[in-house]
């Protein structure tokens, strides 16, 4: 006789849970943090302030 081998049951995966943090920053509403690895810019020689967001990463810099 063959062994009967046990199926995995998926897991429940609700948009809620896969999207969970990023819809904030499609719409445009970023958890800027000020990062203090590069403070300045060498090409136009001025302190820059660069902005990570919290939640997807993405980069933005002011200079100053």
Do not use: N
Not at 9 to 37: A, M, N, Q, V, Y
């Amino acid at each position: 006789m063959a062994d009967i081998l046990p199926f995995k049951r998926p897991t429940s995966r609700k948009p809620s849970d896969i999207h969970k943090g990023k819809t904030l920053c499609k719409s445009g509403f970023h958890k800027w943090e000020i990062s203090k690895d590069k403070q300045f810019d060498s090409r136009q020689g001025k302190l820059v302030t660069l902005y990570i967001c919290k939640r997807c990463k993405a980069t933005k810099s002011k200079s100053l």
